[in-house]
């Protein structure tokens, strides 16, 4: 996975040892050690993401030098996400970096499998915020389908009661969470996303909620946990159907008593949270028992907002193509240009598998892609993906060059619809195609399978345009 990412910390031995870490995974990887440095930085390109220290001044352990930074970050055109760093478990810091606009936080030092999803995540989650320009996306469609959902979105977002998001990949559920946090009483405070289904199983309570210094090998400082970083404000609860059972009862603790402990802590400490979570597993899925525990259930779904597909609401198709198409124009600095009448019609009547996040994708590429007066429908990438044939495609993939016996998918050897078309290309489309069949389209599984990153499984469906 290509991306780059900027440290920005006054400690140099700090900064390298991340730089190291870092590199192998993303690449581009930049450090910066006297912040005076960071406008020139960012005349020449600004980072997907930072990392950055809030404190640099020797002695000075407020923050302010880092909050001045994170809105000068903010401020950019296309800005990075934000992931803030600071030695000190200083949690009103750390809820103030987050209420200013930085995505994630994590405490000095840190583990190192833990820096890596931090970044993993924020690239996913820019992703996702890219959506609409200026860096606020906007739920968009005017379909009767979307009308009511944004009816309801207003309706039950001033009132406290949890929420579940349900639909499909790329539907825009995080969308809808970030929705009903904006028009709710707790807009002030931060929106804080957590990835459940990445999250392992072996962190889940030091992540949720937070640890003290030594009361495991690794917790080599107070580390606060999303609980409580998210005082006052909302937590999303993202992929919640795929928390392991036992997890799910420590949640459901938390829940039902108001409260958390830190690992090592003797007290509880109480907790003001609205929790909005999201799911792609369908309804029959979530009330199996041995998925999901309906007392947990019963205590997240107090409200259900069902995000319909978009093959479901085609009207907003041509709505979603004009803004996402005028977006990547802007970016890629490209001519605007047209859709001509038969790629909008197939367009029209494509099925988008992979919901607006595929639609999305399919623009950026043909915008890149496009050379002629009007875009055509090959511009978007669409034949390759006719994700009907998934399994079948998957089939015409030699199991060992697709890595696909470990992932236990049916595979023979013979030339099918891929057309025969054995380039490495060819095999990874399949090979993703096949696995995300395979686990009813749930991002986390199968990445798991595949061996990479959620956000690098996205970058990858984005792509191929699955
Ligand atoms: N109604 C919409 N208007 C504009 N953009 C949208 C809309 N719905 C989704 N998107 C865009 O599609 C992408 C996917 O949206 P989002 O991440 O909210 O989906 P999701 O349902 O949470 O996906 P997943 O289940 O895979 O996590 C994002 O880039 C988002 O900005």
């Known amino acids: 996975m ?6 920005l910390d006054d400690d140099a031995d700090v900064a390298t040892a991340a730089q190291l870490l870092l590199r192998r995974r993303y690449g581009h990887v930049a450090t910066l050690n006297d912040p005076a440095g960071l406008p020139a930085l960012l005349a020449r390109g600004v980072p997907e993401v930072v990392l950055l220290d809030l404190n640099f001044t020797p002695g000075c352990i407020n923050g302010a ?13 296309n800005p990075p996400a934000v992931i803030a760093m600071t030695a000190y478990a200083d949690v009103p810091l750390a809820v103030e970096a987050l209420k200013r606009g930085a995505g994630d936080f994590i405490t000095k030092p840190w583990d190192n499998a833990r820096l890596i999803a931090a970044v993993d995540q924020a690239l996913a989650r820019r992703e996702a915020v890219r959506g609409g320009a200026g860096g606020s996306p906007e739920l968009m469609g005017e379909s009767r389908a979307m009308r009511e959902l944004k009816a309801l979105i207003a309706s039950v977002a001033p009132t406290e009661a949890n929420v579940m998001v349900l639909g499909e990949n790329g539907v825009g559920k995080e969308l809808v969470a970030r929705a009903i946090h904006a028009a709710s009483r707790r807009a002030a405070g931060t929106l804080l996303a957590v990835d459940m289904g990445a999250l392992p199983e072996s962190t889940f309570e030091s992540e949720l909620f937070g640890h003290r210094k030594g009361s495991f090998t690794d917790a080599k400082a107070d580390r606060a946990g999303r609980f409580q970083a998210a005082r006052g404000g909302s937590l999303f609860l993202d992929e919640i159907g795929n928390m392991p059972l036992a997890a799910q009862a420590k949640l459901l603790t938390a829940l039902e008593r108001r409260e958390v402990t830190p690992i090592g802590a003797d007290k509880p400490e109480s907790i003001d949270v609205r929790i909005i979570s999201a799911t792609n597993l369908e309804e029959a899925r979530l009330f199996d028992p041995s998925v999901f525990r309906a007392d947990l259930l019963f205590r997240l779904n107090t409200i259900v907002i069902r995000v319909p597909p978009l093959r479901e609401r085609r009207e907003d198709v041509p709505l979603l193509l004009q803004h996402y198409l005028k977006l990547y124009e802007a970016q890629y600095e490209r001519p605007v240009r047209s859709l001509s009448a038969s790629a909008m019609d197939a367009l029209l009547r494509h099925d988008w598998p992979g919901n607006v996040r595929a639609l999305r994708h399919a623009c950026e590429r043909a915008v890149i892609l496009g050379q002629g007066a009007e875009y055509a429908i090959n511009d978007f990438g669409l034949a390759a993906a006719a994700v009907a044939d998934m399994p079948r495609a998957a089939a015409a993939v030699p199991a060992a060059a697709a890595g696909l016996a470990s992932a236990g998918v049916g595979v023979e050897s013979r030339a099918t619809d891929a057309g025969g078309d054995l ?9 993703i195609a096949a696995t995300l069949a395979q686990f009813n389209g749930n991002i986390s599984h199968a990445a798991k399978t595949l061996g990479i990153s959620r956000a690098a499984l996205y970058r990858k469906l984005g792509k191929h345009g699955i």
């Not at 290509?2 to 440290?7: D, E, G, N, P, R």
């Not at 030098?65 to 055109?77: H, I, N, P, S």
């Open 65 to 77: 030098e880092g909050l001045a930074l994170l809105d000068v970050l903010r401020a950019q055109a």
């Open 423 to 431: 380039t490495l290309d060819a095999i990874e489309r399949a090979a």
């Open 2 to 7: 290509s991306a780059y990412v900027l440290i």
